[in-house]
């Protein structure tokens, strides 16, 4: 199961990704700005510019084997863009009201922003990638990290740290509200 959550604060936007699959959960988002159109082409039509700038070589490279010369970065640039796309080089995600798009800045485990955007996902948050524990449950109730304790072992289970991936079970209640997740599934609306 896959959810994914979009809300947006001025011209900023998260979404918020949520994934249940035999028992592991994943919390993750992608945040970043809603750019208009326009500007969005010019920022892509900039990145080519300044990297062909810098990369004098790839003009004549690309040059060669498109059988083109290109007489300028902009003009390399400019044919980038054409071939593969007007937004080629910036990252842009979600759906497009023709004047607006979603251009991204981040993603991951971006705990500030999905904090900020989706308060009420806070208290799921220590149970992202559940089944990736390097601490027995002892060790963890200890503070025990392989940062602070490497290779340590536990006086109460003999469990080495560090030496496997552990399994915390979902509780319920989790469970229960990553399935209740309202936004899209798989891409389509839930």
Same mark, same amino acid.
């Given at each position: ?20 699959? =035999?028992?592991? +959960? *994943? ?18 039509? =900039? ?36 071939? =593969?796309?007007? +937004? ?7 759906? *497009? ?8 800045? *981040? ?53 080495? +740290? ?29």
């Amino acid at each position: 199961m896959k959810r994914e959550i979009t809300r947006t604060k001025g011209d900023r936007f998260c979404t918020l990704e949520v994934e249940l699959e =035999d028992g592991r +959960l *994943s919390i993750c988002g992608t945040e970043g700005r809603i750019e208009r159109r326009a500007t969005a082409k010019r920022q892509a039509l =900039d990145y080519w510019t300044s990297y062909f700038e810098e990369n004098p070589g790839e003009i004549i490279a690309m040059g060669q084997r498109f059988g083109r010369q290109f007489r300028t970065a902009k003009g390399a640039a400019r044919f980038v863009l054409e071939t =593969d796309g007007e +937004l080629h080089g910036i990252d842009v995600v979600g759906p *497009s009201d023709g004047a607006t798009i979603r251009v991204v800045e *981040s993603g991951g485990q971006i705990v500030e922003t999905l904090s900020e955007f989706f308060p009420e996902v806070v208290p799921f948050l220590p149970y992202h990638l559940n089944d990736l524990h390097a601490e027995c449950e002892h060790q963890e109730a200890r503070g025990e990290t392989y940062k602070t304790h490497p290779s340590a072992v536990c006086p109460d289970c003999g469990y080495k +740290l560090g030496s496997a991936w552990l399994r915390r079970e979902l509780p319920v209640d989790v469970v229960a509200w990553a399935e209740g997740l309202p936004g899209t599934l798989a891409g389509k609306a839930a």
